[in-house]
């Protein structure tokens, strides 16, 4: 059965327009919103990851760090906190404002790169250890969802790693993603469907009322010759 989310515009030019519109204005003010309690749930997420062994390959030619993707690094805070765990960065986001603030306020967390989420696995390094995101998927009209999804699947060896939503729906979350226009209702619903459709096993473990880690484990992969 098609969500009724669906029939909102999916159109990835208009949804990219108006998301970069969006975010282009609250960059500025994005951390002095966001940073402490994003950086908390993160850092869980890290921790969790960690803990895992996720992101370690068995292969004896692994590089000396592991090397991450964040897709919709925004203002680079998941990247930090990977970079801070070891990890060798790269992130993109397809808004430019996003980006500078990234850049100059953790400049050395990671290799920033301007592109959609959708071209994760079109990135220099990959497929990379982690491909990870946060906060991102429930802003996605679903059928983009999707492909972001399969693509950032793609674009990993050992793990997808994602901080998002998860039920019940929480009354403020709901408010708060309404202004934003984002797809925060049909996510809930839809993306355990979406995971199942796309891979064969998620761990999900609570990080707070609201959020969630979403633990993707991909089949080891044979290394390139």
Known sequence: M?????????DRADHV?????????????YDLMLARSMTRVYRMAVDLLLQTGLHASGSKRMPPAPTALDVGTGTGLFASELASSGFQVTAIDSCRAMLQVARRRRPRAANYIEAEAHLASRQPGAPFDIVCTGM?????????RVEVLVDM?????NAVVIVDY?????????AVERLEGSYYRGFLHEFGDDLAGATANTLVHPLTATCALYLVPLSPRPDSH
Request: cysteine-free; charged content about 15%; aromatic content about 6%.
């Open 17 to 29: 327009l108006r998301t970069q519109r969006l975010f282009s204005m609250i960059a500025p003010v």
């Open 153 to 157: 699947i793609q674009a990993a060896r």
């Open 2 to 10: 098609i969500s009724e989310n669906l029939q909102k515009p999916t």
């Open 166 to 174: 998860f039920p019940p729906p929480n009354p403020i979350a709901a």
């Open 136 to 144: 991102l998927l429930h802003g996605l009209p679903r059928e983009y």
